[in-house]
């Protein structure tokens, strides 16, 4: 795997034992070039082999900050025609990046931004609600290996990543779809490691946020951010390993096993509606549908889009299980 960054000390905390030293110059010619052009424009680049990372070739490219939306610079190529290599990632360290329905946040010193673009080619109508739910459930499945931890990280419906009640990431699916078949896919992931960022008010179904340091001891080092990267990348690119071979029910089923919401008593609020605004509905959750729709208790129809909050607060998600 190719790394490219343009601060050789940032090159070298992702990769402390890269297989060559840290070269200074123009990128390499080839794919990791085109897409270093275009990310990082006429910067200097730093480059580095890394071979003991157990995902998709890359190329891994790490910005000190990201001067557009890597989400949306891969997407423009993507629908250009270009075919990038599967396991492409951009890391920022700073910048300003967009989440659900648009929303506009700023990267605080210290956390994790990044997007992966991975390769599907399977029918769309089959896995979309999979791949919505995939990135979730590689955070924190990566989380909780590394803090060798059960029960204390899950999934907030539908993209939130919490550690107990607490929101530490959220992520984003961005599909390329050609003649019905799903043929790429990009992961757009912010996760709070080393600072817990500030909220706009206003937002009845928000999270308190937290940032991982503060909730264990693993996270709380010097380029913690770096050590979490390849276990979340390794992660993303074996959940679509196992969607391509066993289907998009493995992938619910392990979304399904994350749950912070099943069985708890929730308000589900419109999206994007005033404060004020009555709920969808409130009550207990019965049921996560594969489609990720949700069966509420008192609810005539399962309910496919809202805000979720919770109405209790448990120690951990497996409490009512």
Known sequence: MHVLSDDSHLLRTVAPEGDTAPHAGAPPDGEAH???????????????????VDAPPGPWIVLREASVSHLDVLGALVAG?????????????????????????????????????L??????DTV????????AVAVADAITTLAGVEGLVGVKWVNDVVWRDAKVAGVLTRSDVTAGMVRSVRF???VNVARTPTLPPGDPA?????????????????????VLLPHVVERLAT????LQCEGADAIVDRYRAHATFLGRDVTIHPVDAPADAPPIVTGRVEALLPDLTLRIEGAPKPIATGRMRFQATQSSHHAKR
């Open 34 to 52: 085109a897409l270093w052009r275009t990310l990082a424009g006429d910067r200097p680049a730093w480059s580095v082999e890394r071979h003991d």
């Open 81 to 117: 025609g270009q075919s990038l290599p599967d396991g492409t990632t951009a890391v920022a360290m700073a910048g300003r990046f967009q989440g659900q329905r648009g929303r506009i946040w700023h990267a605080e010193p210290g956390n994790l931004q990044l997007v992966t673009h």
């Open 119 to 124: 390769h599907v080619g399977l029918p769309a």
């Open 128 to 135: 979309q609600a999979a791949l919505a739910a995939l990135p």
């Open 188 to 190: 757009g992931i912010g």
């Open 206 to 226: 928000a999270l308190p946020p937290a940032a991982l340091a503060d909730a264990h001891a693993t996270f709380a080092i010097t380029g913690a951010w770096a």
């Open 239 to 242: 959940l679509r390993d196992l």
